[in-house]
């Protein structure tokens, strides 16, 4: 007797087969307006990924994260390594409004912007189809082999590895500049490291893309695991209208709604029954919700037996607005993070200076002259070539008899995010000390004129 053909349930991962082999799913085609909006939605989202880098604002890159020069570029503004504090704020406003998102309408990222999906139900699925065939026509050529199926294959992962090779590229524009890429490209000549890391995401990305897809959700990322901790009863998820649906039955005749076509599940691309209830496994790609608008439309039945709805509107029928107090506390937590960012970025200076007191002995004498050493780090935190002054603050020395300073470089050349390291002097008369002081010193930036007023301690027996 044939074993019972497996179904999605709660208790097992539909993808991972009994003996631990993979379940390699052909998910159905579909149609209707959730699917429109999300390829309009995904192609929107192909161009901003893969030409973020490209766009500039300010003559700066939208989006770069030079890590030879340890500095990034974000909407224009740029922040070196000594402004990496800033990206906590980031970070953290990113992940609030990540739970905002969720908790109002549930794994709406997953479903409509994840790069994961973007490029897989955008790009790959697609192009399988065209190649492979539908769903059925899919298993039936799998099933059969031969020579129509070896060269639809080969010509398929013929494709997958040119495109993830060049989305290997464009994801590399993120962190090595276009124009440094425009002479890297296509060979990556005379530069093996980038050479390496672009074969090393091609490769990443075509086993992905081509083989790993739904897993990548169900085991690597860790926010579907997060999204029980972030939906409530009255957050928008897509599910399934058990009140109408049940008792399931084959056919039209009596019953609930659901005809147990199965049409929903067959276009999963995670492979769960969205009957069962929120799953983990759900990224919300609304593809149940066209499959069975589609069966109930053919039925004669209204739509939305699968749709967004609250739990709340799934059990009562009747949903809550969607500003809630657990909305209004993370909006409140994003503005103040916000404010905070914008804050510190305006406020930063276009170079920082750091004035430390040479390591050893505080001072030493010689020839009854009292001598500090201190050590100064430049930083220019543009990206242009800048010079920089060094002087005594005004009046800095007056009423002090004899304090001399020496500073071998007063006038300090930097490149774009460059830094120097250099060391200074000052003197006093063993005769004129009496307590330790502070003298200032100022760093000029000579484009934008903004001095910084540094202050170091004067030392003595
Ligand atoms: S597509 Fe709709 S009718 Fe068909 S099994 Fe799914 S819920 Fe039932
Ligand atoms: S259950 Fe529906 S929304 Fe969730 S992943 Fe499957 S098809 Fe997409």
Same mark, same amino acid.
């Given at each position: 007797?044939?074993?019972?053909?497996?179904?999605?349930?709660?208790?097992?991962?539909?993808?991972?087969?009994?003996?631990?082999?993979?379940?390699?799913?052909?998910?159905?085609?579909?149609?209707?307006?959730?699917?429109?909006?999300?390829?309009?939605?995904?192609?929107? /989202? %192909?161009?901003?990924? =893969? *030409?973020?880098?490209?766009?500039?604002?300010?003559?700066?890159?939208?989006?770069?994260?030079?890590?030879?020069?340890?500095?990034?570029?974000?909407?224009?503004?740029?922040?070196?390594?000594?402004?990496?504090?800033?990206?906590?704020?980031? /970070? %953290?406003?990113?992940? =609030? *409004?990540?739970f905002i998102v969720t908790s109002l309408f549930g794994r709406v990222w997953c479903g409509f912007a994840c790069p994961q999906t973007v490029f897989m139900e955008g790009v790959f699925r697609p192009i399988e189809r065209i190649i492979e065939g539908r769903r059925l026509a899919r298993i039936k050529r799998n099933k059969a082999g031969g020579f129509d199926k070896t060269w639809r294959k080969l010509l398929?992962?013929?494709i997958f590895i040119f495109l993830c090779w060049n989305f290997a590229i464009a994801f590399m524009c993120y962190f090595i500049p276009t124009r440094e890429m425009l002479h890297l490209v296509p060979f990556f000549s005379g530069d093996t490291t980038a050479l390496v890391w672009s074969l090393f995401w091609t490769g990443l990305l075509y086993f992905d893309y081509s083989w790993f897809r739904e897993q990548t959700c169900l085991i690597i990322c860790?926010?579907?695991?997060?999204?029980?901790?972030?939906?409530?009863?009255?957050?928008?998820?897509?599910?399934?209208?058990?009140?109408?649906?049940?008792?399931?039955?084959?056919?039209?005749?009596?019953?609930?709604?659901?005809?147990?076509?199965?049409?929903?599940?067959?276009?999963?691309?995670?492979?769960?029954?969205?009957?069962n209830g929120l799953q983990l496994e759900c990224i919300g790609c609304t593809n149940c919700i066209d499959a069975c608008d589609d069966i109930m439309d053919k039925i004669g039945k209204p739509q939305g037996l699968v749709r967004f709805d609250s739990s709340r509107g799934f059990e009562t029928g009747k949903s809550r607005p969607l500003l809630r107090p657990r909305f209004l506390i993370y909006a409140?937590?994003?503005?103040?993070?916000?404010?905070?960012?914008?804050?510190r970025a305006t406020k930063r200076e276009s170079f920082q200076v750091v004035v430390m007191r040479s390591q050893g002995l505080p001072y030493s004498i010689e020839n009854g002259v009292i001598r500090n050493l201190y050590t100064m780090h430049l930083q220019n935190k543009s990206d242009v070539e800048q010079i920089y002054f060094i002087r005594p603050a005004d009046g800095a020395l007056a009423g002090h008899e004899g304090v001399e300073y020496i500073i071998p470089q007063d006038r300090i050349v930097l490149e774009g995010f460059g830094d120097r390291q250099l060391t200074f002097f000052t003197m006093m008369p063993k005769s004129s000390y009496s307590l330790a002081e502070d003298f200032h010193f100022t760093?000029?930036?000579?484009?934008?004129?903004?001095t910084q007023d540094i202050k170091v301690r004067f030392r003595g027996p």
């Open positions: 007797m044939a074993a019972p053909k497996r179904t999605p349930d709660l208790n097992t991962v539909y993808t991972i087969n009994d003996d631990g082999s993979r379940n390699m799913l052909q998910v159905a085609d579909v149609k209707g307006r959730w699917t429109t909006r999300k390829y309009i939605m995904y192609g929107l /989202l %192909i161009l901003v990924y =893969v *030409l973020a880098p490209w766009i500039k604002i300010g003559g700066h890159p939208m989006i770069l994260i030079d890590i030879p020069k340890r500095a990034a570029y974000l909407m224009g503004a740029t922040f070196t390594n000594q402004d990496f504090h800033l990206f906590f704020f980031v /970070l %953290i406003g990113m992940g =609030v *409004l990540l398929k992962h013929a860790p926010y579907g695991r997060l999204q029980s901790t972030l939906v409530d009863y009255d957050t928008l998820i897509i599910g399934y209208d058990k009140n109408r649906g049940e008792p399931r039955h084959k056919g039209i005749e009596a019953g609930g709604d659901c005809i147990d076509c199965h049409r929903c599940v067959d276009v999963c691309p995670t492979g769960i029954d969205i009957r409140v937590v994003i503005l103040a993070l916000g404010a905070l960012f914008v804050t760093f000029t930036d000579s484009t934008s004129g903004v």
